[in-house]
């Protein structure tokens, strides 16, 4: 099961800044947030990551709280390309286990 | 482009046949990894090779079995296919095993 909960949907008008929220309370030391999402069928696309430093990089921001408890991927000036659905996972990447678990994601709709 | 692809494409065959899906990774990939992505199940895990030898095993059925050949490229073969079968099936790979995943544009199967 996915260790995350996000909304299963949100709005944002072109241009402004979409903020999708990620709550994942039982996140254990070791154990990173990233954010990938899907446009229409295609294949996932990896976004950011992070362990407890907020990150930047030429896609989008990531914000963690102090208590790591929860997070905000942040596209700062959505397209209507950026429409898709955005998943949001927490794995340790010292695990032999399960590498990525996909729970259903937030459908981000960007409206003209 | 993520420097993943998959082939064929599309597939469309009968219950009771069997299929192989091929996959090559990006170059210097030494991870690939499988995933099943149907309508009511989401983005399945199914299993992970690394440099040849399985990893991690996910919700893989018994009838689906998978191999990565020593020139890195991976097949999922999918035997007794049932009309449940149908689904987008994922090929990613990552330089190491738990690094972040680059995700091909996927194999859509028919099972009629």
């Known amino acids: 099961d996915a260790k995350t909960t996000q909304p299963p949907s949100m709005d944002c008008a072109e241009g402004r800044a979409a903020n999708l929220p990620c709550n994942h309370s039982?996140?254990?030391?070791?154990?990173?947030v990233y954010w990938y999402r899907q446009i229409h069928s295609q294949g996932p696309q990896y976004i950011i990551h992070?362990?407890?430093n907020n990150e930047t990089n030429e896609m989008a921001s990531l914000i963690i709280t102090e208590d790591r408890k929860s997070s905000t991927l942040i596209l700062p000036h959505a397209t209507l390309r950026d429409t898709a659905v955005y998943y949001c996972?927490?794995?340790?990447?010292?695990?032999?286990?399960?590498?990525?678990?996909f729970g259903k994601g937030t459908r981000l709709s960007v409206i003209a | 482009d993520s420097g993943v692809t998959q082939t064929p494409k599309h597939l469309i065959t009968a219950t009771g046949q069997r299929v192989t899906l091929r996959c090559s990774p990006r170059?210097?990939?030494?991870?690939v990894y499988w995933y099943q992505q149907s309508l009511d199940q989401g983005l399945q895990f199914l299993i992970q090779?690394?440099?040849?030898?399985?990893?991690a095993k996910g919700n893989i059925l018994e009838r689906f079995s998978a191999q990565q050949f020593p020139d890195l490229h991976s097949e999922l073969n999918l035997s007794s296919l049932e009309l449940g079968d149908s689904a987008l099936y994922f090929c990613?790979?990552?330089?190491?095993?738990?690094?972040?995943?680059?995700f091909g544009p996927g194999t859509r199967l028919t099972v009629l």
């Open positions: 090779y690394y440099n040849g030898e399985e990893r």
């Open positions: 990613a790979s990552s330089v190491l095993s738990l690094d972040e995943q680059f």
């Open positions: 996972i927490v794995f340790s990447r010292n695990s032999g286990n399960t590498p990525l678990v």
């Open positions: 170059s210097g990939d030494l991870s």
């Open positions: 039982t996140i254990s030391g070791n154990e990173y």
């Open positions: 992070g362990l407890k």
